[in-house]
């Protein structure tokens, strides 16, 4: 159980244009969904936080405006880099977990190339 | 911000336990320590979590000392398959219930 479903798996796009990811909790009810950038070589650094029906919280740095996070329900958020540059190119990661001390659970990444 | 300390890099014989540290010497009551692994250009994979007791599974056992300051994750049979950048992160309360990463340790199993 606990399977956490990230599409698409890579993407590339024109500087400028806009790009969804979608994360979909597929057995269970994520109250909170968390997405994650992964430059090459290095961790995973925390964007922001979603909860279900609430505005993300975004970690110090990362612009609100630019990373649009959407979790219409419990099963669903969305990731749109809008405007993307070249610098934006990197591995995105979702998670999701339940309620309380659950551990997360994540999707297998979107890789995206800004051209 | 990441609470942990972990080496940067391990080797482990093929068929030997792998025994990987971390540190988290300001843990705090209510926080529990969490075990991932990253294959190259992979989603993390859970592991394993705690609180105070050692916890064991099907894929790993985690024993945190009595003080919590430190745990230990071990892979009882390493195999070639279990190669992966490993990451302990603390999480509770004190750090608002996020989930940040630490470098984690790259763990590789030699034939």
């Known amino acids: 159980g606990a399977v956490v479903s990230q599409h698409p798996s890579w993407v590339i796009c024109k500087s400028g244009t806009s790009v969804k990811i979608e994360c979909r909790s597929l057995d269970f009810q994520a109250t909170t969904m968390f997405w994650y950038r992964q430059f090459p070589k290095q961790s995973l650094m925390l964007m922001a936080t979603?909860?279900?029906?609430?505005?993300?919280?975004?970690e110090q740095g990362v612009e609100k405006d630019k990373f649009l996070i959407n979790h219409a329900s419990l099963t669903l958020s969305t990731l749109t880099v809008t405007s993307a540059h070249p610098e934006d190119s990197s591995f995105y990661i979702c998670?999701?977990?339940?309620?309380?001390?659950?551990?997360?659970?994540f999707g297998n990444g979107t890789r995206l190339t800004v051209t | 911000d990441a609470k942990t300390t972990q080496p940067p890099s391990m080797d482990c014989a093929e068929g030997r336990a792998a025994n990987l540290p971390c540190n988290h010497s300001t843990i705090s009551g209510n926080e529990y320590v969490y075990w991932y692994r990253q294959i190259h250009s992979q989603g993390p994979q859970y592991i394993i979590h705690?609180?105070?007791n050692n916890e064991t599974n099907e894929m790993a056992s985690l024993i945190i000392t009595e003080d919590r300051k430190s745990s230990t994750l071990i892979l009882p049979h390493a195999t070639l398959r279990d190669t992966a950048v490993y990451y302990c992160i603390v999480r509770g309360s004190n750090t608002g219930n996020q989930f940040y990463f630490g470098t984690g340790t790259s763990l590789t199993v030699i034939p």
């Open positions: 998670s999701a977990t339940r309620t309380g001390n659950s551990p997360l659970h």
């Open positions: 979603s909860n279900e029906g609430s505005k993300a919280t975004y």
């Open positions: 705690g609180l105070k």
